[in-house]
């Protein structure tokens, strides 16, 4: 079993920045891509990034292109997303998420990831 706990969220003015953290415990060798995953009030939880288990390769959807940036460092089993030039668009409860299928290539799908962490929020100010 992987447990996931984010860490960041806040605050903060349309147009500035934050970081999350995700830090990763328990099975975190059977880890292989983790990604970050967003809901807003009234809306489904949606993909917003992805990275590979070697932190390669990594995928974001078309939104947040240019403006977020996703990395890991698999030595501390943490993942981060790096959020700069953030509108109210951007408000939602952040998600961690880990994929744990053998050879897996970064998806999209929830249901693909197997492990999930509680949600920051991010409230962006306009």
């Known amino acids: 079993q992987v447990t996931l706990v984010e860490s960041g969220g806040g605050l903060v003015q349309a147009g500035g920045s934050l970081r999350l953290s995700c830090a990763a415990s328990?099975?975190?060798?059977?880890?292989?891509?983790m990604g970050w995953f967003r809901q807003a009030p009234g809306k489904e939880r949606e993909f917003v990034a992805g990275?590979?288990?070697?932190?390669?390769?990594?995928r974001y959807a078309d939104f947040v292109k240019g403006r977020f940036t996703i990395s890991r460092d698999n030595a501390k089993d943490t993942v981060s997303l790096q959020m700069n030039s953030l509108n109210s668009e951007d408000t939602a409860v952040y998600y961690c998420?880990?994929?744990?299928?053998?050879?897996?290539?970064?998806?999209?799908?929830?249901?693909?990831?197997?492990?999930w962490g509680q949600g920051t929020q991010v409230t962006v100010s306009s």
């Open positions: 990275i590979s288990v070697s932190g390669r390769s990594t």
């Open positions: 998420a880990a994929d744990v299928r053998p050879l897996a290539v970064i998806t999209t799908m929830n249901r693909d990831f197997g492990s």
């Open positions: 328990g099975r975190t060798f059977s880890i292989n891509t």
